[in-house]
């Protein structure tokens, strides 16, 4: 079974900072990995996804994830963050493997505070 | 369009009482998701439907928990003999097709509290 792990539960920074959100996932096959995340009071929506190709993804909102398949990690970062960034963020990973189904395994979360 | 709706927003029950939760997705998905979050962890798999069937039950915590699903509309998660530790956010997620291609979309969550 695939199990997920995010380093910081908790990231306090002031705008403009860099982010850095660290993934790691435990998994021996072949996996899609994705970043959700969830504004106060929003629902969970998603970021950024990755399949295959590019191991840089570019999501929304300026955020990227780069996929490292030696390290099995997929950390999300943006270079700039802005107040409006406050907000849970949850890597999840999907084995592609018929019998894992279609479920999502995400990891802990990270609550992010950006002080303005 | 309208996107996932989930009722109750808030439950709160006694130890011992059934409760069900109601899951409507978006219109014309055939695939849902019932996710549990516990205060300060991740969301759990619980039990994954494709059209009223649920090929996948394997996150169903105990022989308490069951869910159903009507045609390719709404699906009720039912908890029997309701515990403390059943305390969680239940959030439904529903995607166009089976497979990870399709991008799951989540409700905003039942907030379910047992006292």
């Known amino acids: 079974a695939q199990s997920v792990s995010q380093h910081n539960h908790h990231v306090i920074l002031s705008e403009a900072a860099s982010l850095e959100l660290g993934c790691n996932y435990s998994?021996?096959?072949?996996?899609?990995l994705f970043w959700y995340v969830q504004y106060p009071g929003q629902h969970l929506q998603l970021l950024l996804k990755?399949?295959?190709?590019?191991?840089l993804v570019k999501g929304i909102k300026g955020f990227e994830a780069e996929f490292i398949k030696s390290k099995f990690s997929f950390n999300l970062r943006k270079p700039s963050v802005q107040w409006s960034d406050t907000a849970e963020y949850f890597c999840?990973?999907?084995?592609?493997?018929?019998?894992?189904?279609?479920?999502?395994?995400f990891g802990g979360g990270t609550r992010v505070l950006v002080k303005p | 369009g309208a996107g996932v709706s989930q009722s109750p927003s808030n439950k709160v029950t006694e130890k011992g009482k059934d409760v069900e939760l109601r899951c409507d997705p978006i219109?014309?998905?055939?695939?849902l998701y019932w996710y549990r979050q516990r205060l300060g962890q991740g969301l759990e798999f619980l039990i994954y439907?494709?059209?009223?069937?649920?090929?996948?039950k394997s996150g169903l915590p105990s022989d308490r928990f069951s869910a159903e699903r009507t045609g390719e509309s709404v699906s009720t998660l039912t908890i029997q003999r309701t515990q403390q530790e059943d305390s969680a956010v239940y959030l439904c997620?529903?995607?166009?097709?089976?497979?990870?291609?399709?991008?799951?979309?989540f409700g905003p969550g039942t907030r379910l509290t047992v006292t």
């Open positions: 997620a529903s995607s166009a097709r089976q497979g990870p291609l399709y991008e799951q979309y």
């Open positions: 998994y021996g096959g072949t996996v899609n």
């Open positions: 990755y399949f295959s190709g590019d191991p």
């Open positions: 999840a990973v999907n084995a592609r493997d018929r019998a894992a189904g279609n479920k999502l395994t």
């Open positions: 219109s014309g998905h055939t695939a």
């Open positions: 439907f494709q059209g009223n069937s649920a090929p996948d």
